[in-house]
Nanobody
Framework: QVQLVESGGGSVQAGGSLRLSCVAS????????MGWFRQVPGKEREGVAS???????RYADSVKDRFTISQDNAKNTGYLQMNSLKPEDTAMYYC???????????????????WGQGTQVTVSS
């Protein structure tokens, strides 16, 4: 059974940092695409970053140069380091895993098969 568990969310002031973690079980993270998404109530889920099994990375323009995605295959864990946080980054953040081609789908959530339960990030001004 595949399971993704996020942690690391919280409340910070603008300009602060948070590091989200996503522990995967039931599959090898090195063979999948891992992505991070976020969603605000009433809005569509937005892709934030993705990393494929070869370490190729993509970022949404809104987070480029502020967020860093990484993964530790030995620990089957993915990370999202978020710096220079802004109030508009406030959202529920989800990690997701899918087949390798999901990483080349321009953050189309339909290609990601497995999802975590989400962790809330709140940034105050």
């Amino acid at each position: 059974q595949v399971q993704l568990v996020e942690s690391g969310g919280g409340s910070v002031q603008a300009g602060g940092s948070l590091r989200l973690s996503c522990v995967a079980s039931g599959y090898s993270s090195s063979s999948y695409c891992m992505g991070w998404f976020r969603q605000v109530p009433g809005k569509e889920r937005e892709g934030v970053a993705s990393i494929d099994r070869d370490g190729r990375i993509r970022y949404a323009d809104s987070v480029k140069d502020r967020f860093t995605i990484s993964q530790d295959n030995a620990k089957n864990t993915g990370y999202l380091q978020m710096n220079s946080l802004k109030p508009e980054d406030t959202a529920m953040y989800y990690c997701a895993a899918g087949p390798p081609w999901a990483c080349y789908s321009d953050f189309m959530s339909v290609h990601y098969k497995y999802w975590g339960q989400g962790t809330q990030v709140t940034v105050s001004s």
